[in-house]
């Protein structure tokens, strides 16, 4: 009896074993299993995107790996994230950033040209999407020193810088092909500038005028967004002797005589309309003020060369030749 316990007793010990071995080697298994689970997830970046290093216009290169809390600085930076669909993570955007109206409802940075790097850093951006023109290099310099990406997008004012921009938004935001199709829209309607252009008999004079106030008032010259546009639309600038803004004046408006006067919506806004255009010295005097040839647009639209460019030259085309062949 003893000999049957004994043995009974010494089975259920070797079985015991066997199990506590087993179920060691199971545990064993799937801690392995799940480490390597671990592994492979903490080498997959987040949100779906790959840890790339994108050259700046600064030409500094930028490592950008997660683009989970994108703080955008300039309108036409801004206005391609939402062109490409990839707006969802925004967390602020500059004070210039009016379109599209989910734009403006976002939290703001100041200007481009004055940004603050504690009011960016404030928002925890994860990186900083910025204008080439952005400043002063002191903020850029202390937003990088404090470990976050910024990295600058060509500002050229240019049907070129216009693509690249749009094309490095895309590589960065992981929307390459969506990038392909706005840049393509946007060259088919450039190319439908072009031949109205080619069909033209001559261009109107065109004075853009730049206002702050109804006491300054500056004109555009040569190498700026607004003559490009003026150039683009089939019309010739009123001013190409010098590059810039200049403030107006009579004597200068009264002797340019433009046939087509141009402004910012807000601008005209500022000055009290057409009536208190008209009222800015010399302007009556000109062949626009007689014939009231005093037209405004939306400044991002106008002068922000993002996605809406191609667009937006075939309305000022109109504007500047109401009626003429190509225009149907």
Do not use: C
């Amino acid at each position: 009896m003893m000999n049957r316990n004994l043995v009974f007793m010494t089975g259920n010990r070797t079985r015991i074993r066997g199990f506590g071995e087993r179920l060691r080697q199971r545990t064993n298994r799937h801690f392995r299993m799940w480490a390597v689970w671990l592994l492979l997830l903490m080498l997959v970046p987040l949100h779906g995107y790959a840890q790339e290093t994108f050259t700046g216009s600064d030409g500094v290169d930028v490592l950008v790996s997660d683009r989970s809390r994108i703080v955008s600085v300039g309108s036409a930076l801004t206005e391609t994230i939402y062109a490409l669909n990839a707006a969802e993570h925004l967390v602020a955007v500059d004070e210039s950033s009016m379109y599209p109206a989910a734009a403006a409802e976002l939290p703001n940075v100041p200007f481009t040209r004055n940004l603050s790097a504690e009011g960016i850093l404030s928002f925890s951006p994860t990186v900083v999407l910025a204008s080439g023109a952005s400043g002063p290099p002191t903020a850029i310099q202390q937003i990088r020193g404090a470990g976050t990406p910024m990295l600058l997008f060509p500002a050229e004012e240019s049907e070129e810088g216009a693509f690249e921009r749009v094309r490095l938004l895309g590589d960065v935001l992981d929307r390459s092909e969506e990038a392909e199709v706005l840049v393509s829209g946007m060259e088919a309607d450039l190319a439908q500038a072009a031949e109205r252009r080619g069909e033209l008999d001559r261009r109107p004079i065109v004075l853009f005028i730049y206002a702050r106030g109804p006491n300054s008032l500056m004109v555009a010259g040569r190498e700026t967004a607004a003559s490009k546009m003026v150039d683009l639309a089939g019309g010739e600038n009123a001013f190409t002797e010098f590059e810039g803004y200049k403030p107006l004046t009579s004597e200068a408006v009264v002797q340019a005589d433009p046939e087509i006067i141009l402004m910012m919506r807000s601008g005209m806004s500022q000055v009290g309309g057409r009536e208190g255009v008209l009222r800015a010295p010399g302007v009556g005097l000109t062949r626009a003020g007689e014939s009231m040839r005093i037209h405004a647009m939306d400044g991002t639209y106008l002068l922000g060369f993002g996605p809406r460019l191609g667009e937006a030259v075939l309305e000022l085309m109109d504007l500047f030749h109401p009626g003429e062949l190509g225009n149907q």
